[in-house]
């Protein structure tokens, strides 16, 4: 089994109120095998297909350049070749921290008319953490990096980066995982 631990990073506005609907920009992956060795990762910009035009604040929470996307492709080219890196025939388990991806996930495969069963097979690492350290309630990656003492490396907000250092608290906490 393929572990795939994922971050995205999608279309947002500072005004929490914008009715306008939040587009993935970016899917961030690390592949890592059962013994927590990495495989491979996957980075790709997705040029949305409803707000082509970033935000300022977007730009600046997630340091996407209006350029990356522009150069991107659409989301169904971007999501087909993330899902033969996955290998989708192959045993694997989506990993994020939270529902959200997933979630966003579903909502940008619906807004193209493309087929969601590949989303199944998902475990949000946000609240087996939470569990499996006795927490109250949910905690963010940093604190969760924090608790592990381990670094925030790169840039937080990239789907990229997110994803690496999910996998660095995924890879401590290995065989506690509900998998």
């Known amino acids: 089994m393929n572990y795939i631990i994922l971050d995205l990073e999608a279309t947002c506005w500072e005004d929490k109120s914008t009715r306008m609907q939040n587009e993935i920009i970016e899917i961030g992956a690390v592949k890592l095998d059962e013994q927590g060795h990495q ?3 996957f980075c790709e910009f997705i040029k949305p297909k409803l707000n082509q035009q970033l935000s300022e604040f977007c730009k600046k929470l997630t340091t996407i350049t209006q350029t990356d996307i522009d150069r991107a492709d659409t989301y169904d080219v971007v999501v087909e070749a993330f899902k033969d890196w996955i290998d989708i025939d192959e045993p694997y388990l989506l990993c994020s921290w939270g529902v959200y991806d997933k979630k966003q996930f579903e909502k940008d495969c619906n807004l193209y008319g493309l087929d ?3 989303l199944y097979y998902h475990i949000s690492l946000k609240h087996q953490y939470a569990d499996i350290k006795g927490l109250e309630r949910p905690i963010g990656m940093g ?9 925030l490396e790169g840039t937080h907000h990239r789907g990229i980066d997110d994803a690496r250092n999910i996998a660095k608290i995924f890879k401590a906490n290995l065989t506690e995982w509900e998998v």
């Open 39 to 41: 495989i491979d990762e």
């Open 116 to 118: 969601t069963d590949w």
């Open 143 to 151: 604190g969760a990096l924090r608790k592990e003492g381990l670094k």
